[in-house]
């Protein structure tokens, strides 16, 4: 049954992912770019991770997909224009390679390493949302801030470069 | 259980999807959504190692790069926005005054 689930949600994600990059139209990109995200949702659903699902939810498809559709009912784009760059044949190329590449070396590859503490029945017995705020607050704090900061330099930054006149 | 090399598999490709669409498409917006498909697919291989290796480290991170990918789809559409105030298009091999 997961086996079938994850069958299922990698062929929308991969199928979903190549309308992204050839549909003409930005609109139908970017609700292809949701289906993928929703469903990225569910392979981290699929491996214990519920909190990370559900802010990629809400950030994801919620916050960034927003934005990008908002931004895109500003610009006023054309329809009829060519969608490739003339480097297109070589990296479509360049990409075949690539994935024949990387697919040859992950097949080929037993993956080994020293196992963490944190099994399957500790985090659940814990709580997923438990577990991650306990360790981001003690062992992660200064990065925890640091990307407090970039927001606060990202904000500062969209606001500055958006405006027409500071 | 599905093994590990699955979901890599999944990741790569979704990966090499998203480089693609940076490298062929002229469109200022799909480039932004490609590199967002290629943040996933970075964040599908963290879970992924975080779930087979009995590790929490991975899932924290994917939290940060989460925080790093809202900044930059801010910055990059406030970019857009600019360089479309400025020069009137948004394919990004019209915007080439840098060349000379």
């Known amino acids: 049954m997961l086996n079938l689930l994850f069958f299922y949600f990698a062929a929308v994600i991969v199928i979903s992912a190549l309308f992204v990059i050839i549909k003409r139209n930005a609109f139908h990109s970017a609700v292809a770019l949701l289906v993928t995200l929703i469903h990225i949702a569910g392979i981290f659903v699929l491996l ?37 760059n003339r480097q297109k044949f070589i990296a479509f190329l360049m990409g075949i390679i690539l994935i024949g590449e990387v697919l040859y070396v992950i097949t080929r590859s037993a993956i080994k390493g020293p196992k963490g503490d944190f099994t399957i029945a500790k985090i659940l017995s814990e709580g997923n949302t438990q577990a991650i705020g306990r360790i981001l607050y003690t062992d992660y704090l200064f990065p925890f801030e640091v990307a407090s900061l970039i927001l606060l330099v990202a904000m500062i930054g969209a606001i500055v470069l958006a405006k027409k006149e500071i | 259980m599905v093994p590990l090399h699955y979901y890599l598999i999944l990741a790569a490709i979704l990966f ?18 490609s590199i967002e498909l290629m943040l996933n697919a970075v964040n599908i291989n963290f879970v992924a ?10 899932r924290i991170y994917v939290f940060f790069i989460m925080t790093v990918a809202a900044a930059e789809a801010a910055i990059g559409l406030a970019i857009l926005i600019s360089t479309y105030r400025n020069t009137g298009t948004t ?8 060349k000379g």
């Open chain 1, 48 to 84: 214990n991770a519920e909190f990370l699902a559900a802010v990629q939810i809400l950030v994801y498809a919620g916050a960034i997909l927003v934005m990008i559709i908002f931004v895109l009912m500003f610009l006023n784009v054309t329809q009829r224009y060519r969608m490739f």
């Open chain 2, 49 to 58: 190692f975080a779930h087979y290796m009995d590790s929490i480290n991975g």
């Open chain 2, 16 to 33: 090499i999807i998203g480089m693609i669409g940076v490298l062929v498409r002229r469109n200022f917006l799909t480039v932004l959504m």
């Open chain 2, 91 to 98: 394919f990004v091999d019209e915007i080439s005054s840098l």
